[in-house]
């Protein structure tokens, strides 16, 4: 069974940075999703098989980045100027045909890692 495994969450202030990483078992598109406490879960960012093509909700594009590292069979989401909005339990995703942005478009998670930006 494949396993998506994040790592990289924390507790930062506001503007500061976090980098999550997520490693899977074999190479796939994946994306990074988030879901703040009694809210739904939202697409943050998705990044094609080879790196060539990605995607990012309006909320963090100029602030995040997501990239890939295939060797290692490892995504990044690099997170700057990080603001207390973004507090949310942060989810990999992976196995998505056209990089979806809702949740039902992608067939694995992982567990969710919590990053916390303080004021």
């Known amino acids: 069974q494949v396993q998506l495994v994040e790592s990289g969450g924390g507790l930062v202030q506001a503007g500061g940075s976090l980098r999550l990483s997520c490693a899977a078992s074999?190479?796939?598109?994946m994306g990074w999703f988030r879901q703040a406490p009694g809210k739904e879960r939202e697409f943050v960012a998705a990044?094609?098989?080879?790196?060539?093509?990605?995607r990012y909700s309006d909320s963090v594009k100029g602030r995040f980045t997501i990239s890939r590292e295939n060797a290692k069979f490892t995504v990044y989401l690099q997170m700057n100027s990080l603001k207390p909005e973004d507090t949310a339990v942060y989810y990999c995703a992976a196995d998505s045909r056209t990089m979806e942005t809702y949740t039902g478009g992608w067939n694995i998670w992982g567990q969710g890692t919590q990053v916390t930006v303080s004021s």
């Open positions: 074999r190479t796939y598109a």
């Open positions: 990044i094609n098989w080879n790196g060539g093509v990605t």
